[in-house]
């Protein structure tokens, strides 16, 4: 067994949960979605970007996308929570929290594609 393999296997599916538990929940419902599982996920995501980046083959290259994507998807998330508490101080309406959670399902997207791909990448190795 190759521990390089796991510790990246194991952020790439961390990455995924992360997300899924925070994107679970009614679209529009602040209670049902926490800042800090926004930011674990954001957290999470940038270690898996980081170790996608020593992979030189085609399928790195999709890896390392589908995180860029996601990580881009967080960010956007992160912002628009931000702005909207601290410069607008209108807080978390539905509106504002379906906008978040939205964007939390598109890098959970990008999340289960790069997991299946790793999937697929490993079910193509031969002994």
Do not use: C
């Not at 925070?22 to 170790?51: C, K, R, S, W």
């Not at 996308?65 to 410069?87: E, P, Y």
């Amino acid at each position: 067994m190759n521990p390089e393999k796991v510790v990246f296997g194991f952020f790439i599916v961390m990455a995924l949960t992360l997300n899924f538990g925070f994107f679970m929940g009614d679209i529009d419902n602040p209670a049902h979605h926490q800042v800090y599982e926004l930011a674990a996920a954001i957290f999470v995501n940038l270690v898996a970007t980081i170790l996608k980046f020593g992979d030189r083959s085609q399928v790195g290259a999709l890896l390392l996308s589908t995180s860029l994507v996601a990580d881009l998807q967080l960010f956007a998330a992160a912002i628009v929570w931000g702005i909207a508490v601290h410069v607008e101080q209108t807080g978390l309406t539905p509106t504002v929290m379906s906008s978040i959670v939205s964007l939390t399902g598109g890098a959970m997207l990008a999340n289960v594609i790069s997991v299946l791909l790793l999937v697929i990448e490993t079910a193509m190795l031969r002994r």
